[in-house]
């Protein structure tokens, strides 16, 4: 069963970093990929970034790839994202994803599995 937990979201000031978490305590897929989304108010979920299990292969988001960092904790079956420099139109619910097989995936439809997301909101 895959069950994703994420947590770390918040309030935060602009310039200010966050660094979230998501669980993948299930562990079903021993090959897969984990993707961090986001959505915003009235905006449709966007790819953030995408970590391949096993191995290290990451991909970004290109206007994202500056400020934030991606890695996971394969003890711990924990991925991070890491936000830096936050931005005010960093603010959204953010969602991890995971779907079976090794490569670089980066879009929503191809993740059948989700966690129910952490708000950030980012403040002036």
């Known amino acids: 069963q895959v069950d994703l937990v994420e947590s770390g979201g918040g309030l935060v000031q602009t310039g200010g970093s966050l660094r979230l978490s998501c669980v993948d305590s299930g562990r079903t897929f021993v090959v897969s990929a984990i993707g961090w989304f986001r959505q915003a108010p009235g905006k449709e979920r966007e790819f953030v970034a995408a970590?391949?299990?096993?191995?290290?292969?990451?991909v970004y988001a290109d206007s994202l790839k500056r400020r934030f960092t991606i890695s996971k904790d394969n003890a711990k079956n924990t991925v991070y994202l890491q936000m830096n420099s936050l931005e005010l139109e960093d603010t959204a619910i953010y969602y991890c994803?995971?779907?079976?097989?090794?490569?670089?995936?980066?879009?929503?439809?191809?993740?059948?599995?989700w966690g129910q997301g952490t708000q950030v909101t980012v403040s002036s």
């Open positions: 970590i391949a299990w096993p191995g290290e292969n990451s």
């Open positions: 994803a995971t779907r079976p097989g090794y490569g670089m995936y980066t879009g929503v439809s191809e993740y059948p599995y």
